[in-house]
């Protein structure tokens, strides 16, 4: 549950999806009853709305949402108090990582996080070192033909930036605004694939060396993989016949 990051390209090209993982729910349930702290009505709460759709997209079962939702706003009493940590850290390489983790036992998620960056060729780092490479964004993907009509019907939605990908588009911009730009693009007819908060890397680091590049993806995967571990943003950018070679092993 990387966010916005060359790794979403990078599990894309490996064909290793999220939704296989078994913690994928617990995650996601996670981040829901955080949410839902801002109100129980997705409609009436867009981060919450945020979330539940991308519960939707990964197939998370309706009963599961809705638990966790009322988890969130107090109405389910069971487990216990959850709390939102950010910590940053490097990783082989010396690639930024930002890391976000919605815990109930902060000393459990600290010594895990440190013992897998370690393990993996990397370090925790101090609060701010690392958070300052990246930019809080809004971040749109939708499926769209790239011409001239639709890249203007784009920036007049408000986008701040879009990127081409074949038939993807993704659109950055300000976080408080992506509940305002979101609505104008399907207004625009636009689908929507995925909507997001997420922090966008200044500078991506290139990482060319076939054998570096897989420390940095064994890193970055053992880390996604744990319970811990709630959303990871990073800025390695691995160029793509590095990426095929790896995809194809």
């Known amino acids: 549950?990387?966010?916005?990051?060359?790794?979403?390209?990078?599990?894309?090209?490996?064909?290793?999806?999220?939704?296989?993982?078994?913690?994928?729910?617990?995650?996601?349930?996670?981040?829901?009853?955080?949410a839902a702290r801002g109100g129980g009505d997705p409609e009436g709460n867009f981060s919450l709305r945020l979330i539940v759709d991308k519960a939707k997209a990964a197939n998370m079962?309706?009963?599961?949402?809705?638990?966790?939702?009322?988890?969130?706003?107090?109405?389910?009493?069971?487990?216990?108090?959850?709390?939102?940590?950010?910590?940053?850290?490097?990783?082989?390489?010396?690639?930024?990582?930002?890391?976000k983790s919605i815990?109930?036992?902060?000393?459990?998620?600290?010594?895990?996080?440190?013992?897998?960056?370690n393990k993996g060729?990397?370090?925790?780092?101090?609060?701010?070192?690392?958070?300052?490479m990246f930019e809080p964004k809004s971040i749109i993907n939708i499926t769209a033909k790239a011409n001239n009509e639709n890249e203007l019907k784009i920036i007049d939605a408000g986008a701040t930036d879009y990127k081409i990908d074949g038939d993807t588009i993704e659109i950055h911009t300000d976080p408080k605004e992506l509940a305002q730009v979101k609505n104008k693009l399907e207004e625009s007819g636009f689908k929507i694939e995925s909507a997001e908060?997420?922090?966008?890397?200044k500078q991506m680091m290139k990482i060319e060396d076939l054998s570096m590049a897989k420390q940095v993806i064994?890193?970055?995967?053992?880390?996604?993989?744990?319970?811990?571990?709630?959303?990871?943003?990073?800025?390695?950018?691995?160029?793509?016949?590095?990426?095929?070679k790896i995809s194809e092993e």
């Open 61 to 99: 079962p309706k009963n599961n949402i809705e638990r966790a939702i009322k988890k969130g706003t107090g109405e389910d009493k069971s487990g216990t108090a959850l709390e939102e940590v950010m910590y940053e850290g490097y990783g082989p390489a010396g690639i930024a990582v930002l890391i």
């Open 121 to 132: 060729g990397g370090n925790m780092a101090e609060s701010g070192a690392v958070a300052w």
């Open 197 to 201: 908060l997420s922090f966008v890397p």
């Open 1 to 34: 549950m990387s966010g916005h990051s060359k790794w979403s390209t990078i599990k894309h090209k490996k064909g290793a999806a999220d939704k296989k993982r078994g913690a994928l729910f617990s995650k996601l349930a996670k981040l829901i009853a955080v």
């Open 218 to 244: 064994n890193f970055i995967e053992n880390l996604e993989d744990s319970d811990e571990v709630s959303e990871l943003f990073t800025n390695f950018d691995i160029p793509d016949e590095i990426l095929n």
């Open 103 to 117: 815990t109930d036992n902060r000393n459990r998620t600290v010594s895990e996080i440190r013992n897998l960056m």
